[in-house]
Protein backbone atom coordinates (compact mmCIF):
# COMPACT_ATOMS: atom_id res chain seq x y z
CA UNK A 1 0.00 0.00 0.00
CA UNK A 2 1.09 3.41 -0.88
CA UNK A 3 1.97 5.71 2.46
CA UNK A 4 0.31 8.95 2.52
CA UNK A 5 1.38 10.75 5.28
CA UNK A 6 3.84 10.59 8.45
CA UNK A 7 1.18 9.52 10.98
CA UNK A 8 -0.09 6.68 8.68
CA UNK A 9 3.68 5.48 8.48
CA UNK A 10 4.69 5.79 12.17
CA UNK A 11 1.49 3.23 12.09
CA UNK A 12 2.81 0.88 9.52
CA UNK A 13 5.97 1.45 11.60
CA UNK A 14 4.36 -0.28 14.51
CA UNK A 15 2.85 -2.97 12.60
CA UNK A 16 6.05 -4.25 11.56
CA UNK A 17 7.62 -3.89 14.90
CA UNK A 18 4.53 -5.67 16.62
CA UNK A 19 5.33 -9.17 13.67
CA UNK A 20 9.10 -9.28 15.99
CA UNK A 21 12.13 -10.58 14.90
CA UNK A 22 11.12 -12.24 12.07
CA UNK A 23 12.02 -10.23 8.86
CA UNK A 24 8.92 -11.61 6.24
CA UNK A 25 9.18 -10.25 2.90
CA UNK A 26 5.93 -8.72 3.17
CA UNK A 27 7.63 -6.94 6.49
CA UNK A 28 10.41 -6.03 4.83
CA UNK A 29 8.01 -4.16 2.02
CA UNK A 30 5.79 -2.82 4.35
CA UNK A 31 9.47 -1.17 6.21
CA UNK A 32 10.75 0.05 2.70
CA UNK A 33 7.41 1.84 2.06
CA UNK A 34 7.56 3.37 5.69
CA UNK A 35 11.39 4.40 5.25
CA UNK A 36 10.82 5.82 1.26
CA UNK A 37 7.64 8.12 2.68
CA UNK A 38 10.05 8.98 5.34
CA UNK A 39 13.39 9.94 3.50
CA UNK A 40 11.82 11.55 0.62
CA UNK A 41 8.74 12.67 0.44
CA UNK A 42 8.21 16.38 1.63
CA UNK A 43 5.94 15.85 4.14
CA UNK A 44 8.24 12.66 5.55
CA UNK A 45 10.61 12.62 8.40
CA UNK A 46 14.36 12.56 7.95
CA UNK A 47 14.99 11.34 11.52
CA UNK A 48 12.37 8.53 11.10
CA UNK A 49 13.79 7.74 8.50
CA UNK A 50 17.46 7.71 10.29
CA UNK A 51 15.85 5.78 13.14
CA UNK A 52 14.41 2.84 10.52
CA UNK A 53 18.42 2.75 9.89
CA UNK A 54 19.23 2.63 13.16
CA UNK A 55 17.15 -0.35 14.18
CA UNK A 56 17.82 -2.44 11.10
CA UNK A 57 21.90 -1.77 10.58
CA UNK A 58 21.73 -4.24 7.91
CA UNK A 59 19.46 -3.02 5.56
CA UNK A 60 21.08 -2.80 2.19
CA UNK A 61 23.22 -0.06 0.54
CA UNK A 62 20.02 1.97 -0.89
CA UNK A 63 18.61 2.31 2.58
CA UNK A 64 21.78 4.36 3.81
CA UNK A 65 21.97 6.38 -0.02
CA UNK A 66 18.72 7.65 0.19
CA UNK A 67 19.36 9.00 3.57
CA UNK A 68 22.78 10.28 2.67
CA UNK A 69 21.39 12.14 0.28
CA UNK A 70 18.30 13.88 1.63
CA UNK A 71 20.81 15.19 3.87
CA UNK A 72 23.21 16.52 1.14
CA UNK A 73 20.28 18.05 0.11
CA UNK A 74 18.83 19.16 2.94
CA UNK A 75 18.31 23.56 3.98
CA UNK A 76 18.97 22.30 7.62
CA UNK A 77 22.67 23.15 7.94
CA UNK A 78 23.56 20.10 10.55
CA UNK A 79 22.51 17.58 7.88
CA UNK A 80 25.79 17.18 5.64
CA UNK A 81 27.80 16.49 8.46
CA UNK A 82 25.21 13.74 9.80
CA UNK A 83 25.38 12.55 6.16
CA UNK A 84 28.92 12.04 7.05
CA UNK A 85 28.94 10.81 9.68
CA UNK A 86 26.78 7.89 8.21
CA UNK A 87 29.15 7.57 5.72
CA UNK A 88 31.80 6.90 8.08
CA UNK A 89 29.21 4.06 9.46
CA UNK A 90 29.24 2.76 5.89
CA UNK A 91 32.98 2.89 6.06
CA UNK A 92 33.42 0.88 8.66
CA UNK A 93 30.29 -1.01 8.34
CA UNK A 94 31.34 -5.06 7.71
CA UNK A 95 32.38 -4.94 11.65
CA UNK A 96 28.72 -4.19 11.98
CA UNK A 97 26.73 -5.65 9.69
CA UNK A 98 26.56 -2.58 7.87
CA UNK A 99 26.63 -2.60 3.88
CA UNK A 100 29.74 -0.59 2.78
CA UNK A 101 29.53 2.60 0.57
CA UNK A 102 29.29 1.50 -3.57
CA UNK A 103 29.39 4.40 -6.02
CA UNK A 104 26.17 5.61 -5.65
CA UNK A 105 26.81 7.11 -2.26
CA UNK A 106 30.16 9.39 -3.06
CA UNK A 107 28.81 11.71 -5.27
CA UNK A 108 26.28 13.01 -2.07
CA UNK A 109 29.02 12.22 0.34
CA UNK A 110 31.49 14.86 -2.22
CA UNK A 111 28.34 17.17 -2.29
CA UNK A 112 28.15 17.22 1.12
CA UNK A 113 32.62 18.35 1.60
CA UNK A 114 31.45 20.99 -0.86
CA UNK A 115 28.78 22.44 1.60
CA UNK A 116 30.85 21.65 5.05
CA UNK A 117 34.12 23.59 2.93
CA UNK A 118 36.12 20.27 3.99
CA UNK A 119 39.00 20.44 1.18
CA UNK A 120 41.00 18.00 2.83
CA UNK A 121 38.20 15.41 3.38
CA UNK A 122 37.46 15.74 0.00
CA UNK A 123 41.00 14.69 -0.76
CA UNK A 124 40.90 11.49 1.10
CA UNK A 125 37.28 10.69 0.08
CA UNK A 126 38.78 11.36 -3.33
CA UNK A 127 42.09 8.66 -2.85
CA UNK A 128 39.54 5.75 -1.36
CA UNK A 129 37.23 6.36 -4.70
CA UNK A 130 40.53 5.24 -6.19
CA UNK A 131 41.08 2.63 -4.04
CA UNK A 132 37.75 1.17 -4.98
CA UNK A 133 38.42 1.07 -8.75
CA UNK A 134 35.06 3.44 -9.44
CA UNK A 135 37.46 6.41 -10.80
CA UNK A 136 36.23 5.42 -13.63
CA UNK A 137 32.93 6.04 -13.46
CA UNK A 138 31.55 9.21 -15.12
CA UNK A 139 29.09 9.82 -12.47
CA UNK A 140 31.59 10.19 -9.89
CA UNK A 141 33.81 11.66 -12.63
CA UNK A 142 31.71 14.25 -12.97
CA UNK A 143 31.06 14.94 -9.48
CA UNK A 144 34.71 15.43 -8.10
CA UNK A 145 34.96 18.03 -11.23
CA UNK A 146 32.12 19.55 -9.33
CA UNK A 147 33.46 19.39 -6.12
CA UNK A 148 36.85 20.40 -6.71
CA UNK A 149 35.90 23.27 -8.41
CA UNK A 150 33.93 24.48 -5.84
CA UNK A 151 36.43 23.62 -3.20
CA UNK A 152 38.56 26.23 -5.54
CA UNK A 153 40.93 23.77 -6.45
CA UNK A 154 40.94 24.06 -10.08
CA UNK A 155 44.27 21.89 -10.74
CA UNK A 156 42.76 18.97 -9.49
CA UNK A 157 39.68 19.54 -10.99
CA UNK A 158 41.33 20.05 -14.14
CA UNK A 159 43.35 16.43 -13.42
CA UNK A 160 40.27 14.98 -13.04
CA UNK A 161 38.51 15.83 -16.29
CA UNK A 162 42.18 15.09 -18.31
CA UNK A 163 42.01 11.58 -16.69
CA UNK A 164 38.23 10.47 -17.78
CA UNK A 165 37.70 7.66 -20.20
CA UNK A 166 34.73 9.33 -21.15
CA UNK A 167 33.30 12.72 -20.92
CA UNK A 168 29.40 13.03 -21.33
CA UNK A 169 27.87 16.56 -21.25
CA UNK A 170 27.71 17.06 -17.55
CA UNK A 171 31.63 16.27 -17.63
CA UNK A 172 32.28 19.39 -19.88
CA UNK A 173 29.71 21.45 -18.48
CA UNK A 174 31.06 21.17 -14.70
CA UNK A 175 34.50 21.88 -15.62
CA UNK A 176 33.41 25.05 -17.82
CA UNK A 177 30.74 26.24 -15.11
CA UNK A 178 33.75 25.38 -12.66
CA UNK A 179 36.11 28.10 -14.38
CA UNK A 180 33.93 30.53 -14.81
CA UNK A 181 33.01 30.33 -10.98
CA UNK A 182 36.40 30.84 -10.83
CA UNK A 183 36.91 34.05 -12.27
CA UNK A 184 38.75 32.55 -15.22
CA UNK A 185 36.27 33.38 -18.26
CA UNK A 186 39.08 33.08 -21.12
CA UNK A 187 39.59 29.29 -20.36
CA UNK A 188 36.15 28.57 -19.66
CA UNK A 189 35.39 29.61 -23.64
CA UNK A 190 38.25 27.91 -24.71
CA UNK A 191 37.15 24.42 -23.33
CA UNK A 192 34.14 25.36 -24.68
CA UNK A 193 35.28 25.59 -27.85
CA UNK A 194 37.34 22.37 -27.08
CA UNK A 195 34.10 20.79 -26.63
CA UNK A 196 32.10 21.51 -29.80
CA UNK A 197 35.08 19.88 -31.77
CA UNK A 198 35.04 16.96 -30.21
CA UNK A 199 31.21 16.96 -30.94
CA UNK A 200 29.49 16.54 -27.64
CA UNK A 201 25.57 17.66 -27.52
CA UNK A 202 25.65 21.16 -25.76
CA UNK A 203 22.61 21.45 -23.32
CA UNK A 204 21.16 24.21 -21.34
CA UNK A 205 23.05 24.00 -18.70
CA UNK A 206 26.30 24.29 -21.02
CA UNK A 207 25.09 27.11 -23.05
CA UNK A 208 24.17 29.02 -19.73
CA UNK A 209 27.92 28.90 -18.03
CA UNK A 210 29.60 30.17 -21.56
CA UNK A 211 27.26 33.19 -22.04
CA UNK A 212 28.42 33.89 -18.59
CA UNK A 213 32.14 33.71 -19.39
CA UNK A 214 31.13 35.71 -22.45
CA UNK A 215 29.43 38.43 -20.10
CA UNK A 216 32.52 38.54 -17.86
CA UNK A 217 34.44 38.99 -20.82
CA UNK A 218 32.47 41.11 -23.08
CA UNK A 219 33.31 38.62 -25.46
CA UNK A 220 30.22 39.83 -27.86
CA UNK A 221 31.26 37.33 -31.08
CA UNK A 222 31.87 34.40 -29.14
CA UNK A 223 28.07 35.09 -27.41
CA UNK A 224 26.58 35.50 -30.66
CA UNK A 225 28.35 32.21 -31.83
CA UNK A 226 26.51 30.62 -28.58
CA UNK A 227 23.35 32.68 -29.60
CA UNK A 228 23.17 30.34 -32.72
CA UNK A 229 24.05 27.63 -31.17
CA UNK A 230 20.79 27.99 -28.71
CA UNK A 231 18.76 28.72 -31.82
CA UNK A 232 19.55 25.37 -33.86
CA UNK A 233 19.17 23.11 -30.75
CA UNK A 234 16.37 24.53 -30.25
CA UNK A 235 17.23 25.71 -26.49
CA UNK A 236 15.46 28.98 -26.85
CA UNK A 237 12.15 27.89 -24.74
CA UNK A 238 14.28 27.62 -21.70
CA UNK A 239 13.92 30.66 -19.28
CA UNK A 240 17.46 30.34 -17.82
CA UNK A 241 19.19 30.16 -21.36
CA UNK A 242 16.84 33.66 -22.31
CA UNK A 243 17.93 34.82 -19.05
CA UNK A 244 21.76 34.58 -19.89
CA UNK A 245 21.39 35.84 -23.55
CA UNK A 246 19.90 38.91 -22.22
CA UNK A 247 22.51 39.41 -19.62
CA UNK A 248 25.25 38.62 -21.73
CA UNK A 249 24.08 40.96 -24.75
CA UNK A 250 23.61 43.32 -22.26
CA UNK A 251 26.92 43.35 -20.81
CA UNK A 252 28.65 43.14 -24.02
CA UNK A 253 26.95 46.79 -24.64
CA UNK A 254 24.59 45.43 -27.11
CA UNK A 255 21.39 47.15 -25.21
CA UNK A 256 19.16 46.46 -28.75
CA UNK A 257 19.70 43.30 -28.89
CA UNK A 258 19.30 41.84 -25.29
CA UNK A 259 15.45 43.97 -26.16
CA UNK A 260 15.18 41.47 -28.85
CA UNK A 261 15.68 38.40 -27.16
CA UNK A 262 13.58 40.17 -24.16
CA UNK A 263 10.67 40.40 -26.48
CA UNK A 264 10.62 36.97 -27.82
CA UNK A 265 10.36 34.96 -24.61
CA UNK A 266 6.64 33.87 -24.60
CA UNK A 267 6.75 33.52 -20.42
CA UNK A 268 8.89 35.58 -18.92
CA UNK A 269 9.77 34.94 -15.19
CA UNK A 270 10.98 36.86 -12.77
CA UNK A 271 14.70 36.16 -13.85
CA UNK A 272 13.79 36.91 -17.34
CA UNK A 273 12.71 40.55 -16.13
CA UNK A 274 15.40 41.33 -13.98
CA UNK A 275 17.85 40.57 -16.68
CA UNK A 276 16.33 43.26 -18.96
CA UNK A 277 15.69 45.80 -16.11
CA UNK A 278 19.73 45.58 -14.89
CA UNK A 279 20.51 45.55 -18.58
CA UNK A 280 18.75 48.87 -18.86
CA UNK A 281 19.86 50.64 -15.68
CA UNK A 282 23.60 49.47 -16.44
CA UNK A 283 22.60 51.29 -20.07
CA UNK A 284 21.68 54.04 -18.37
CA UNK A 285 18.44 53.56 -19.71
CA UNK A 286 16.64 54.39 -16.54
CA UNK A 287 13.22 55.54 -17.00
CA UNK A 288 12.77 52.19 -19.86
CA UNK A 289 13.92 49.97 -16.19
CA UNK A 290 11.29 51.96 -14.57
CA UNK A 291 8.54 51.65 -17.09
CA UNK A 292 9.69 47.87 -17.69
CA UNK A 293 9.44 46.94 -13.65
CA UNK A 294 5.72 48.80 -13.86
CA UNK A 295 5.06 46.30 -16.76
CA UNK A 296 6.46 43.75 -14.65
CA UNK A 297 3.99 44.37 -11.63
CA UNK A 298 1.04 44.63 -13.99
CA UNK A 299 1.38 41.41 -15.33
CA UNK A 300 1.88 38.97 -12.27
CA UNK A 301 5.44 38.73 -11.66
CA UNK A 302 6.29 39.90 -7.77
CA UNK A 303 9.79 41.14 -8.13
CA UNK A 304 12.52 39.14 -5.67
CA UNK A 305 15.04 40.39 -4.23
CA UNK A 306 17.81 40.27 -7.15
CA UNK A 307 14.24 42.35 -8.91
CA UNK A 308 14.62 44.96 -6.23
CA UNK A 309 18.02 45.39 -6.51
CA UNK A 310 18.00 45.87 -10.29
CA UNK A 311 15.71 48.70 -9.94
CA UNK A 312 17.43 50.54 -7.47
CA UNK A 313 20.41 50.52 -9.50
CA UNK A 314 18.35 52.45 -12.15
CA UNK A 315 17.33 54.48 -9.60
CA UNK A 316 20.97 55.14 -8.43
CA UNK A 317 22.56 55.09 -11.90
CA UNK A 318 19.71 58.16 -13.05
CA UNK A 319 20.26 60.12 -9.67
CA UNK A 320 16.77 59.34 -9.19
CA UNK A 321 16.43 60.06 -5.28
CA UNK A 322 12.72 60.17 -4.55
CA UNK A 323 11.68 57.31 -6.25
CA UNK A 324 14.63 55.25 -4.41
CA UNK A 325 13.31 55.86 -1.39
CA UNK A 326 9.85 54.91 -2.85
CA UNK A 327 10.77 51.55 -3.81
CA UNK A 328 13.31 50.73 -1.20
CA UNK A 329 10.31 51.85 1.93
CA UNK A 330 7.52 49.61 -0.12
CA UNK A 331 9.17 46.91 -0.85
CA UNK A 332 8.32 44.56 2.39
CA UNK A 333 4.43 45.71 2.14
CA UNK A 334 4.31 45.88 -1.42
CA UNK A 335 6.19 42.62 -2.42
CA UNK A 336 7.14 40.87 0.87
CA UNK A 337 10.68 41.63 -0.14
CA UNK A 338 12.76 42.05 3.03
CA UNK A 339 15.66 44.81 2.13
CA UNK A 340 19.37 43.23 2.53
CA UNK A 341 22.30 45.65 2.71
CA UNK A 342 22.45 45.44 -1.15
CA UNK A 343 19.85 47.75 -1.19
CA UNK A 344 19.95 49.45 1.54
CA UNK A 345 24.03 50.55 -0.69
CA UNK A 346 22.13 51.33 -3.64
CA UNK A 347 20.15 54.10 -1.64
CA UNK A 348 23.56 55.39 0.44
CA UNK A 349 25.15 55.06 -3.50
CA UNK A 350 22.44 57.45 -4.94
CA UNK A 351 22.61 59.63 -1.68
CA UNK A 352 26.45 60.18 -1.82
CA UNK A 353 26.75 60.59 -5.88
CA UNK A 354 24.26 63.82 -5.28
CA UNK A 355 27.07 65.02 -2.87
CA UNK A 356 24.18 64.57 -0.20
CA UNK A 357 26.61 63.38 2.46
CA UNK A 358 24.80 64.21 6.23
CA UNK A 359 21.82 62.81 4.75
CA UNK A 360 23.33 59.53 4.08
CA UNK A 361 25.29 59.47 6.92
CA UNK A 362 21.81 59.76 8.39
CA UNK A 363 20.36 57.07 6.80
CA UNK A 364 23.32 54.33 7.58
CA UNK A 365 22.86 55.61 11.09
CA UNK A 366 19.10 54.80 11.23
CA UNK A 367 19.15 51.57 8.90
CA UNK A 368 17.84 48.66 10.79
CA UNK A 369 20.57 46.33 9.82
CA UNK A 370 23.75 46.16 10.49
CA UNK A 371 26.25 48.11 7.93
CA UNK A 372 29.63 46.44 6.56
CA UNK A 373 32.36 47.97 5.40
CA UNK A 374 31.14 48.50 1.77
CA UNK A 375 29.00 50.93 2.97
CA UNK A 376 31.34 52.99 5.17
CA UNK A 377 33.57 52.84 1.98
CA UNK A 378 31.12 54.15 -0.23
CA UNK A 379 30.36 57.62 2.24
CA UNK A 380 33.82 57.82 2.95
CA UNK A 381 35.15 57.82 -0.94
CA UNK A 382 32.70 59.80 -1.05
CA UNK A 383 33.68 62.21 1.61
CA UNK A 384 37.14 62.63 -0.29
CA UNK A 385 35.48 63.31 -3.79
CA UNK A 386 33.55 66.13 -2.47
CA UNK A 387 36.33 67.43 -0.12
CA UNK A 388 34.81 67.12 3.08
CA UNK A 389 38.01 65.91 5.19
CA UNK A 390 36.83 66.18 8.02
CA UNK A 391 33.63 63.66 8.00
CA UNK A 392 36.12 61.36 6.23
CA UNK A 393 38.95 61.50 8.78
CA UNK A 394 35.79 61.19 11.16
CA UNK A 395 33.90 57.83 9.49
CA UNK A 396 37.16 56.24 8.95
CA UNK A 397 36.71 54.46 12.33
CA UNK A 398 34.03 52.65 11.16
CA UNK A 399 36.64 51.06 8.23
CA UNK A 400 37.88 49.24 11.39
CA UNK A 401 41.79 48.66 10.24
CA UNK A 402 43.90 48.10 13.08
CA UNK A 403 41.55 44.97 13.76
CA UNK A 404 42.95 41.69 13.27
CA UNK A 405 40.56 40.33 11.20
CA UNK A 406 40.56 43.44 8.80
CA UNK A 407 41.48 41.57 5.70
CA UNK A 408 40.05 44.09 2.97
CA UNK A 409 42.82 45.65 0.78
CA UNK A 410 39.69 48.45 -0.35
CA UNK A 411 39.39 49.76 3.12
CA UNK A 412 43.01 50.42 3.34
CA UNK A 413 43.31 51.73 -0.60
CA UNK A 414 40.72 54.60 0.66
CA UNK A 415 42.43 55.25 3.78
CA UNK A 416 45.67 56.01 2.59
CA UNK A 417 44.10 58.13 0.06
CA UNK A 418 42.00 59.98 2.26
CA UNK A 419 45.34 60.92 3.99
CA UNK A 420 46.94 61.21 0.80
CA UNK A 421 44.25 64.24 -0.24
CA UNK A 422 44.39 65.44 3.35
CA UNK A 423 48.13 66.07 2.23
CA UNK A 424 49.12 63.93 5.28
CA UNK A 425 51.64 61.77 3.28
CA UNK A 426 53.11 60.37 6.79
CA UNK A 427 49.60 59.19 7.47
CA UNK A 428 49.26 57.62 4.01
CA UNK A 429 52.42 55.92 4.23
CA UNK A 430 51.78 54.59 7.13
CA UNK A 431 48.62 53.00 6.63
CA UNK A 432 50.15 51.56 3.18
CA UNK A 433 52.81 50.05 5.83
CA UNK A 434 49.82 48.22 7.31
CA UNK A 435 48.70 46.77 4.54
CA UNK A 436 52.21 45.30 3.09
CA UNK A 437 52.34 43.91 6.93
CA UNK A 438 49.11 42.24 6.24
CA UNK A 439 49.98 41.08 2.95
CA UNK A 440 47.31 42.87 1.38
CA UNK A 441 47.58 44.37 -2.34
CA UNK A 442 45.34 46.76 -4.12
CA UNK A 443 43.23 45.33 -7.18
CA UNK A 444 45.12 45.91 -10.58
CA UNK A 445 43.12 48.03 -12.94
CA UNK A 446 42.72 45.69 -16.04
CA UNK A 447 41.05 46.11 -19.43
CA UNK A 448 40.34 43.99 -22.12
CA UNK A 449 39.00 44.60 -25.61
CA UNK A 450 37.64 41.96 -28.38
CA UNK A 451 39.89 42.11 -31.75
CA UNK A 452 38.85 39.89 -34.28
CA UNK A 453 37.37 37.15 -32.00
CA UNK A 454 40.36 37.27 -29.72
CA UNK A 455 40.73 39.05 -26.40
CA UNK A 456 43.87 41.14 -25.71
CA UNK A 457 44.02 42.12 -22.07
CA UNK A 458 45.87 45.23 -20.61
CA UNK A 459 46.99 46.49 -17.08
CA UNK A 460 48.46 49.71 -16.63
CA UNK A 461 51.46 50.92 -17.86
CA UNK A 462 51.46 47.17 -19.51
CA UNK A 463 54.36 46.63 -22.21
CA UNK A 464 53.67 42.54 -21.70
CA UNK A 465 51.30 43.27 -25.34
CA UNK A 466 53.55 42.03 -28.45
CA UNK A 467 52.73 45.72 -30.42
CA UNK A 468 53.42 47.61 -27.20
CA UNK A 469 55.46 49.81 -29.10
CA UNK A 470 52.77 50.75 -31.16
CA UNK A 471 50.41 51.17 -28.47
CA UNK A 472 52.03 54.14 -26.98
CA UNK A 473 52.96 55.79 -30.30
CA UNK A 474 49.35 55.70 -30.63
CA UNK A 475 48.99 57.19 -27.40
CA UNK A 476 51.17 59.75 -28.04
CA UNK A 477 49.80 60.64 -31.03
CA UNK A 478 46.34 61.04 -29.80
CA UNK A 479 47.67 62.80 -26.35
CA UNK A 480 48.86 65.41 -29.36
CA UNK A 481 45.87 65.93 -30.89
CA UNK A 482 43.59 65.80 -27.89
CA UNK A 483 45.63 68.75 -26.01
CA UNK A 484 44.98 71.18 -29.34
CA UNK A 485 41.07 70.22 -28.78
CA UNK A 486 41.62 71.11 -24.96
CA UNK A 487 42.40 68.24 -23.48
CA UNK A 488 44.32 68.65 -19.79
CA UNK A 489 45.56 65.43 -17.96
CA UNK A 490 43.72 65.78 -14.51
CA UNK A 491 47.06 65.50 -12.47
CA UNK A 492 45.25 66.54 -9.12
CA UNK A 493 43.70 63.18 -8.97
CA UNK A 494 47.11 61.02 -9.13
CA UNK A 495 47.44 60.70 -5.43
CA UNK A 496 51.36 60.25 -4.96
CA UNK A 497 54.26 62.32 -4.15
CA UNK A 498 55.82 62.80 -7.99
CA UNK A 499 56.16 65.60 -10.05
CA UNK A 500 52.93 66.49 -12.71
CA UNK A 501 54.85 65.49 -15.67
CA UNK A 502 55.08 62.12 -14.06
CA UNK A 503 51.44 62.06 -12.74
CA UNK A 504 50.59 62.62 -16.44
CA UNK A 505 52.49 59.74 -17.44
CA UNK A 506 50.21 57.62 -14.87
CA UNK A 507 47.37 58.87 -16.03
CA UNK A 508 48.19 58.29 -19.76
CA UNK A 509 49.15 54.33 -19.43
CA UNK A 510 45.93 53.85 -17.63
CA UNK A 511 44.78 50.27 -18.86
CA UNK A 512 41.87 51.53 -20.54
CA UNK A 513 43.21 54.47 -22.47
CA UNK A 514 45.94 50.99 -23.66
CA UNK A 515 43.11 49.14 -24.83
CA UNK A 516 41.69 51.84 -26.56
CA UNK A 517 44.97 52.88 -28.38
CA UNK A 518 45.01 49.17 -29.53
CA UNK A 519 41.32 49.37 -30.65
CA UNK A 520 42.41 53.10 -32.65
CA UNK A 521 45.07 50.77 -34.53
CA UNK A 522 43.36 47.30 -35.15
CA UNK A 523 39.69 48.52 -35.89
CA UNK A 524 38.45 49.62 -38.70
CA UNK A 525 37.33 53.22 -38.60
CA UNK A 526 32.73 52.08 -38.72
CA UNK A 527 33.49 49.64 -35.98
CA UNK A 528 32.43 50.21 -32.50
CA UNK A 529 34.92 49.86 -30.04
CA UNK A 530 34.19 47.90 -26.70
CA UNK A 531 36.52 47.95 -23.72
CA UNK A 532 35.60 45.82 -20.28
CA UNK A 533 36.87 47.62 -17.10
CA UNK A 534 37.14 45.61 -13.69
CA UNK A 535 37.06 48.72 -11.60
CA UNK A 536 35.41 52.06 -11.94
CA UNK A 537 37.02 54.88 -14.64
CA UNK A 538 38.69 57.70 -13.60
CA UNK A 539 37.96 61.38 -14.20
CA UNK A 540 40.56 61.82 -16.62
CA UNK A 541 39.71 58.53 -18.49
CA UNK A 542 36.30 59.65 -18.57
CA UNK A 543 37.21 62.92 -20.35
CA UNK A 544 39.83 61.03 -22.73
CA UNK A 545 37.44 59.29 -24.05
CA UNK A 546 34.67 61.84 -24.70
CA UNK A 547 37.46 63.90 -26.61
CA UNK A 548 38.34 60.58 -28.23
CA UNK A 549 34.65 59.99 -29.34
CA UNK A 550 34.74 63.06 -31.18
CA UNK A 551 38.33 64.08 -32.62
CA UNK A 552 38.51 60.27 -33.86
CA UNK A 553 34.71 60.29 -34.71
CA UNK A 554 34.55 56.94 -33.04
CA UNK A 555 31.52 55.29 -30.79
CA UNK A 556 33.04 53.94 -27.56
CA UNK A 557 31.53 51.83 -25.24
CA UNK A 558 33.10 50.97 -21.75
CA UNK A 559 31.97 49.03 -19.26
CA UNK A 560 33.27 49.52 -15.61
CA UNK A 561 32.72 47.68 -12.63
CA UNK A 562 28.91 49.17 -12.13
CA UNK A 563 27.51 50.56 -15.89
CA UNK A 564 28.02 51.60 -19.00
CA UNK A 565 29.14 54.33 -20.76
CA UNK A 566 28.85 55.19 -24.41
CA UNK A 567 31.04 57.60 -25.83
CA UNK A 568 29.42 59.79 -28.96
CA UNK A 569 29.96 62.88 -30.55
CA UNK A 570 32.04 64.13 -27.45
CA UNK A 571 29.48 63.16 -25.03
CA UNK A 572 29.02 60.31 -22.64
CA UNK A 573 25.31 58.48 -22.01
CA UNK A 574 26.47 58.50 -18.27
CA UNK A 575 25.76 62.21 -18.25
CA UNK A 576 28.91 62.87 -16.46
CA UNK A 577 27.45 60.94 -13.67
CA UNK A 578 28.79 57.45 -12.27
ZN1 LIG B 1 42.00 56.37 -15.71
ZN1 LIG C 1 30.29 58.10 -18.74
Known amino acids: MEVKTMSQALQLHAQVLKLGNSPTSESHKILSNVFTFAALSPAGDLNHARLILKSNPSLNSYFYNTVIRAYSRSSDPS ?40 TLQAKQIHGLIAKMGLSSDSHIGNSLIYMYSELE ?58 LRACADMGALNVGKTVHKIVKERKLHGKGNVMTALIDMYAKCGCIESAWQVFNDVM ?72 PTIQHYGCMVDLLVRAGLLKEAEEFIDKMPIKPDAVLWRTLI ?79 MGDYNHSEAKKIYGKLNEMVDKLRKEGYYPKVSDVLLEVDDQEKANQLLHHSE ?66
Open 381 to 459: WACNVYGDTTRAKRLMKHLGLQETDADDGGSFILASNVYASDGKWCDKAKVRELMKQKGLVKPAGCSRIEVEGVIHEFV
Open 79 to 118: HPSQALSLFLLMLHGPFHNIPGPDKFTFPFVLKCCVRLNL
Open 153 to 210: ELGAAYNVFDRMSERDVVSWTSMIDGLVDNDRPAEAIKKFEQMLECEVEVNDATVVSV
Open 267 to 338: DKDVFVWTAIISGLASHGQCKEAIDLFSEMEASKINPDEKAMTAILSACRNAGLIIQGYNFLSSMQKRHGVR
Open 513 to 578: KLALAFGLIKMSPDSEIRIVKNLRSCEDCHEFMKLVSRVYQRDIIVRDRIRFHHFRYGDCSCKNYW
